[in-house]
């Protein structure tokens, strides 16, 4: 249905459309009729205990007369005709049903029928009556006299909006149908299917024949799987029509060679003695003027056959509106369209046509008609925001495509996360990977405290949940969530059946079996340290998490080069050699230096860094999805976090340490490994891991936890809030973030201050901005009156969040700002 009819063809209720509709009508009631009959013979099957094996034979033929409805469908064709067969070898084997099978197949049947069925014929009741009203409407609208303005007002505004009803009625009555045709495979099959498994069940006769059939049942019972996919992405594409409505243009203008090149509706004035108007749909073809009845003809009727001795002229001093006088040698029609730009239009249309007649072109080119033209008399209103819509729509488009270019730069993320199919199309924005659509699908199913799954090239992305897949990507993950995968697993394919896919995933994020533990420390033997560090001179006393950036800090700075691992670890050797001199204050002069050097290096390796070993793989290119500027502000110098020291090494400790050093690949392994995402620490007043990437002043990790479910509005020992403490420290982008997300605004800290009153004695601007209008937005949706300030809410926290991800350093304060604020305090 979706293919065969186009939306431009359901607002404009063509006779193509009602001719379509039609054949969809005879083909739901044909199915109806089918389908009671398959429940008047399953019921007799049930009730006759005692002639239930010739009920049977009757169900078996009464499905082969189902199976000429699908004809045109092969793959269920042969599935269903599979199964018949199946269902007439066990019927050598039965004698009874039992009652289980049975009730199935009358319980989704009938609910297929009662509510499916009966839904499309609800809305067809619906489409019939508003199709009957706007022709009213557009009747009383044709007989308006100009003379009269308040009324000519009146129902041009009732017209407007009865067709904008019709045309949601119309498209709801489509969608009706179109999910109809979709949902009817996999309900027949899988109820079929349902049944099939209730006989292997039951029937002890039959279980050599269901052994051999064991095989078809799992194949059959992943294409329904399939099919219910296909259904749902059809419902969701579906949901979306409603749109055209809005931006529907009811000109239409054409520019295929063989084809009209304009169409519409006109009211037609009959040249009998009533002289009556009548609405039809008129065309230009063949240089041609014909017309047609939306219903019950099939061929149209020439009004002119031959432009070339035709002119065109507006009716301006008729009674009725937008008429216009289309003359030949002997007759005169007199035409009417519904508005002023299809009236124009027309007459533009004609005019062109009859040039092209004279000059004998076989079609017009109507790239011409655009705003501009002189003998076009477009509303630039409307023209123009036509233009706009297309114009965002490409862009949109271009951008989405670009955006999915570039994050398949990321290591890995060419291939499927799951069973490395080329090109994935989808991710998963919480674990950060990229999926082919069988493996999203597996993926949708665990819940989305699981995975979170979009579609790369048809989602609208936020500027941070980009920088969060660029930060992880599939090497990154599947370092940590196939650390320990043994080589005899089973990993899927592209072409696997849908019950490895479906295991492997489950264990490997939801079981997590192949994730790697913690390493164990003792106080006796040396132990092993990573990034392959030597472990045999000590004790691993301490350890630490590294900050990491996996993008270059900004365009123009090319020149800067990540920081490697042996400059941390300089760093690091530095710090012992720090604490070795304090610690060796007391120690005679004359020691040797192989013992100091020998005590540096056990002070080296006494400390276990966590972060570098999960971004070793460069990015092939330059990654510049909506900037390449720093995406965190107010980073500090140090490339580590405070040292542990080891006998605190658990999950949760490192996915706080990871969200203040906003390492996402360490995030990612802390709750890989089962750390809390709202654990609060003791020993840092009582704040969650979301408190300490606040303090890291980077976006990204407030936004990693948030996909992942944290409690946005936890309070710490002192009552303040992720939102109190951004606030506090003037992180615009993460207040932004917050709100967008709805955080709670108004609690108190123990001080009795809410975020707005610390922005303002903090003097941020942009702060109180947001928080103020966030307020504004929530007042205006508690009030009486009904309004919400929703869009324009959205519109300014989009314009920041874009703002903070691509120019960053625009929202940061100046030194001199912070100084007198800090003065103020």
Same mark, same amino acid.
């Given at each position: ?58 169900? #078996? ?9 699908? &004809? ?55 489409f019939e009556k508003i199709s ?19 009324? *000519?007002?009146?129902?041009?505004? %009732?017209?407007?909006? %009865?067709?904008? +009803? ?123 003027? *014909? ?6 003809? !099939? ?13 065109? &002229? ?8 937008? +008429? ?32 092209? #007649? ?57 291939? +499927? ?20 659509? =069988?493996?999203?699908? /597996? ?20 500027? !941070?949940?980009?920088?969060?897949? *660029? ?16 080589? $005899? ?21 939801? $079981? ?27 004790? /691993? ?25 042996e400059e941390v670890t300089k ?31 056990? &002070? ?23 900037s390449d500027q720093e995406s965190?502000?107010?980073? !500090?110098?140090?490339?580590? %976090? ?86 506090? =420290?003037?992180?615009?982008?993460? /207040? ?22 610390? #922005? ?7 702060? /109180? ?8 937005? $929530? !007042? ?46």
């Amino acid at each position: 249905m979706v293919g065969r009819i186009e939306l431009q063809e359901c607002l404009r209720d063509s006779p193509k459309f009602r001719g379509l509709l039609e054949a969809e009508e005879a083909s739901v009631d044909q199915l109806e009729s089918k389908l009671e009959k398959i429940l008047k013979v399953c019921g007799s099957m049930v009730d006759s205990g005692k002639t239930y094996v010739g009920q049977q034979s009757l169900f #078996a033929n009464s499905l082969w007369d189902l199976s000429t409805h699908f &004809k045109e469908d092969p793959m269920v064709l042969s599935s269903l005709n599979k199964l018949i067969h199946s269902l007439q070898e066990m019927n050598k084997f039965h004698t009874i049903l039992l009652d289980q099978a049975s009730r199935t197949i009358l319980k989704n049947l009938t609910s297929f029928i009662k509510n499916d069925i009966k839904g499309v014929r609800d809305y067809k009741q619906h489409f019939e009556k508003i199709s009957t009203e706007y022709d009213n409407i557009l009747l009383r609208n044709s007989h308006t006299p100009r003379s009269k303005p308040q009324e *000519v007002e009146e129902i041009q505004n %009732v017209l407007v909006a %009865v067709r904008s +009803c019709f045309g949601h009625n119309t498209l709801d009555y489509i969608n009706s149908i179109s999910v109809l045709q979709s949902k009817k495979r996999h309900e027949i099959l899988s109820t079929l299917l349902s049944y099939m498994h209730a006989c292997t069940t039951y029937y002890h006769q039959g279980s050599d024949l269901c052994a051999d059939l064991e095989t078809f049942f799992k194949t059959l019972a992943d294409e329904i799987g399939t099919m219910r996919g296909e259904t749902y992405k059809v419902q969701k594409e579906l949901e979306n029509t409603h749109s055209v409505v809005s931006n529907f243009e009811p000109i239409s203008i054409k520019k295929e060679k063989n084809g009209p090149t304009m169409e519409g509706y006109l009211f037609k004035r009959t040249s009998n003695a009533f002289k009556t108007w009548n609405r039809r749909w008129f065309y230009l073809y063949d240089n041609k003027l *014909v017309y047609r009845k939306r219903s019950g003809e !099939e061929h149209e009727t020439i009004m002119e056959d031959d432009l070339r001795i035709c002119t065109v &002229k507006p009716v301006l001093d008729g009674e009725r509106r937008f +008429c216009f006088e289309v003359l030949s040698p002997l007759k005169s029609h007199m035409l009417q369209a519904d508005t002023k730009e299809m009236y124009d239009c027309w007459i533009t249309a004609l005019q062109k046509g009859i040039g092209a #007649a004279i000059q004998r072109i076989q079609s017009i080119d109507f790239d011409r008609l655009k705003l501009g033209d002189n003998n076009i008399t477009y509303s630039n209103d409307i023209t123009g925001r036509g233009q706009s819509r297309q114009l965002y729509s490409d862009n949109n488009n271009r951008t989405k495509k670009r955006m999915w270019e570039q994050l398949l730069k990321i290591p890995g993320n060419n291939y +499927c996360c799951d069973c490395r199919s080329a090109n994935p199309r989808w991710a998963s924005i919480n674990l950060g990977i990229t999926l082919c659509i =069988e493996c999203s699908g /597996v993926h949708r199913s665990l819940g989305v405290h699981y995975s979170k799954v979009r579609s790369l090239t048809l989602d609208d992305w936020e500027p !941070e949940i980009i920088k969060v897949m *660029v930060e992880l990507g599939n090497a990154v993950v599947n370092k940590i969530y196939e650390a320990t995968m043994p080589d $005899d697993v089973v990993r899927p394919s592209e072409q696997c059946p849908g019950a490895i896919r479906e295991t492997f995933i489950k264990a490997k994020y939801v $079981d997590k079996k192949y994730v790697k533990s913690l390493p164990q420390f003792n106080k006796t033997s040396p132990s092993s340290i990573r990034n392959s560090r030597p472990s045999s001179l000590m004790d /691993v006393r301490k350890w630490s998490v590294r900050k990491i950036r996996r993008r270059p800090r900004s365009c123009d700075k090319r020149d800067r080069k990540h920081v490697k691992v042996e400059e941390v670890t300089k760093k690091i050797e530095k710090i012992a050699e720090i604490g070795e001199t304090s610690s060796s204050s007391g120690r005679e002069e004359d020691t040797n230096s192989e013992s100091s050097k020998r005590s540096s290096l056990k &002070k080296r390796n006494s400390i276990l860094l966590f972060g570098s070993d999960l971004d070793k793989q460069p990015i092939d290119g330059p990654i510049d999805l909506s900037s390449d500027q720093e995406s965190t502000g107010g980073e !500090e110098e140090n490339e580590t %976090v405070g040292e542990e020291d080891i006998s605190k090494l658990q999950p949760d400790l490192l996915l706080y340490k990871a969200a203040a050093a906003h390492n996402l690949p360490v995030m990612c392994e802390a709750l890989a490994l089962g750390g809390d995402k709202c654990w609060i620490n003791p020993e840092d007043r009582s704040r969650s891991p979301l408190h300490a990437a606040v303090f890291s002043g980077s976006v990204m990790p407030c936004a990693y936890l948030i996909l992942n479910g944290v409690k946005i509005n936890a309070q710490d020992q002192d009552g303040k809030t992720p939102l109190h403490i951004a606030t506090q =420290e003037g992180h615009t982008a993460q /207040v932004c973030l917050f709100l967008k997300h709805r955080a709670d605004q108004h609690l108190e800290d123990d001080e009795g201050k809410v975020p707005l009153s610390i #922005a303002e004695q903090k003097e941020h601007a942009d702060i /109180v901005t947001l928080l103020r209008l966030g307020r504004l937005n $929530d !007042e205006m949706k508690d009030s009486e009156i009904g309004v919400t300030g929703d869009d324009t809410f959205n519109e300014v926290v989009r314009d920041f969040s874009r703002l903070a991800c691509s120019h960053p350093e625009k929202l940061q304060r100046p030194k001199i700002e912070e100084d007198r604020s800090d003065r103020s305090d």
